[in-house]
């Protein structure tokens, strides 16, 4: 599977946009960039998904380059309740979670 | 509660003695997993299973053993035999087969006295 690379911590103001990239230039075609997010002491949280177009939810919006290396999870109107570790994951869509890699992710901490 | 239940939440035990941890889905599917977490890291497989009456090891299977009697519970058994047992355990469950989206329970915080 392929590897992603994310930075270790974010701020970002109450109310403004988070822009949460992750880098996983060697991802393949069939592979898909997967968002979950993790408050402290909880089980993760699915969040979004995609294969190669932009994708939006009730949560966030996923940005894919069109060379598909990289991607943006946006967070349009950060709130303190959005802070939290946020990890981008590539894998297949079928088969076993064991692919499912979850690397140490972004601490993204929403500031007041 | 994303479909799926996990208890206790918080677990002391003695060094030495077993434990096991509950995880109970009333969605009826089929794929459910367990992982560890250890703090500031990211989740490391333990076991995982696709259907009943049969699972797999995950990357760090020494020290746990699992049961998939019931599709609705897989429960995981903290062994003597792991040698570092104190951690975050969180079981998630996975709607099907062709999607890679998982929906974790709050976990489950193992503390070896």
């Known amino acids: 599977d392929a590897k992603t690379t994310q930075p270790p911590s974010m701020d970002c103001a109450e109310g403004r946009a988070a822009n949460l990239p992750c880098n996983h230039s060697?991802?393949?075609?069939?592979?898909?960039v997967y968002w979950y997010r993790q408050i402290h002491s909880q089980g993760p949280q699915y969040i979004i998904h995609?294969?190669?177009n932009n994708e939006t939810n009730e949560m966030a919006s996923l940005i894919i380059t069109e060379d598909r290396k990289s991607s943006t999870l946006i967070l349009p109107h950060a709130t303190l309740r959005d802070t939290a570790v946020y990890y981008c994951?590539?894998?297949?869509?079928?088969?076993?979670?064991?692919?499912?890699?979850f690397g140490s992710g972004t601490q993204l901490t929403v500031l007041p | 509660d994303g479909g799926i239940t996990q208890s206790p939440k918080y677990l002391f035990r003695k060094e030495g003695q077993n434990v096991t941890l509950s995880c109970e889905q009333n969605?009826?599917?089929?794929?459910m997993y367990w992982y560890r977490q250890d703090p500031g890291q990211g989740l490391r497989l333990i076991y995982y299973?696709?259907?009943?009456?049969?699972?797999q090891k995950g990357d760090i299977a020494e020290g746990y053993s699992v049961s998939r009697e019931k599709k609705e519970s897989f429960p995981l058994t903290v062994t003597s035999a792991q040698k570092n047992p104190t951690a975050f355990y969180l079981c998630?469950?996975?709607?099907?087969?062709?999607?890679?989206?998982?929906?974790f329970g709050e976990g489950s915080r193992l503390t070896v006295l």
């Open positions: 994951i590539v894998r297949y869509n079928s088969g076993s979670a064991r692919q499912l890699t």
């Open positions: 060697t991802i393949s075609g069939n592979e898909y």
């Open positions: 995609g294969l190669k």
């Open positions: 969605l009826n599917h089929d794929a």
């Open positions: 299973s696709q259907i009943v009456n049969d699972f």
């Open positions: 998630a469950r996975k709607p099907g087969h062709n999607t890679g989206e998982l929906f």
